[in-house]
Nanobody
Framework: QLVESGGGLVQAGDSLTLSCVVTGGTSNGYTMGWFRQAPGKEREFVAASRLGNTYYSTPVKGRFTIARDNARNTVALQMNSLKPEDTAVYYC??????????????????WGQGTQVTVSS
């Protein structure tokens, strides 16, 4: 299971860090990713950590940082310079996607419950 924490209500320009812990298993050898879903929109890729490499969506590149600690089975998403359009429920995901599919939600088979991030203007 994946358990997220760290969401909340912040103002535009603020920073927030989300955390996700893998319980009952290990994250070693798996890709860990973050996705988000805003009301009325599809779930979209945010960031992923795979085989020592990190990947970001265009809207968050340069503002968000994904960092994992395999010893602790955790992955964090540091979010800086937050914007109102970053408002969404953020989900942690675990899977073994191939490189060409790591931005697709269907490539991940384990999901957290989600944590709400709201950015006010």
């Amino acid at each position: 299971q994946l358990v997220e924490s760290g969401g909340g209500l912040v103002q535009a320009g603020d920073s927030l860090t989300l955390s996700c812990v893998v319980t009952g298993g290990t994250s070693n050898g798996y890709t860990m990713g973050w996705f988000r879903q805003a009301p009325g929109k599809e779930r979209e890729f945010v960031a992923a950590s795979r085989l020592g490499n990190t990947y970001y969506s265009t809207p968050v590149k340069g503002r968000f940082t994904i960092a994992r600690d395999n010893a602790r089975n955790t992955v964090a998403l540091q979010m800086n310079s937050l914007k109102p359009e970053d408002t969404a429920v953020y989900y942690c995901a675990l899977g073994r996607p191939i490189l060409s599919t790591l931005r697709r939600a269907e490539a991940y088979n384990t999901w957290g419950q989600g944590t709400q991030v709201t950015v006010s203007s």
